[in-house]
């Protein structure tokens, strides 16, 4: 059984920055997709950003240079570090997993606020 379990949500204003991390535990295929979601209010579900087993990164147009996702393979787990943060960002961000299975994995969430 795979688990997601996210951390470092938060208030902060505009312009500051932030850090959300996921732990997960559980077995794990050798490849995988580990990535960031967010959902506003009455919006749908967006990708944030992902990052492959082997280090490749793609970011959603809207945080490009503001964002960058890590991860550590052999913690299993994986961060966005959030810059420049504006009141729009302001969303539940869950941490996703996705294997070469097809099996596609979230956490429970974790809010960001910023405020103006």
């Known amino acids: 059984q795979v688990q997601l379990v996210e951390s470092g949500g938060g208030l902060v204003q505009a312009g500051g920055s932030l850090t959300v991390s996921c732990v997960v535990s559980?077995?794990?295929?050798?490849?995988?997709?580990m990535g960031w979601y967010r959902q506003a209010p009455g919006k749908q579900r967006e990708l944030v950003a992902h990052?492959?087993?082997?280090?490749?990164?793609s970011y959603a147009d809207s945080v490009k240079g503001r964002f960058t996702i890590s991860r550590d393979n052999a913690k299993n787990t994986v961060n966005l570090r959030m810059n420049s943060l504006k009141r729009e960002d302001t969303a539940v961000y869950y941490c996703?997993?996705?294997?070469?299975?097809?099996?596609?994995?979230y956490g429970q969430g974790t809010q960001v606020t910023v405020s103006s």
């Open positions: 990052i492959t087993s082997s280090g490749s990164t």
């Open positions: 559980g077995r794990l295929e050798r490849f995988n997709v």
């Open positions: 996703n997993v996705f294997d070469g299975s097809g099996n596609d994995y």
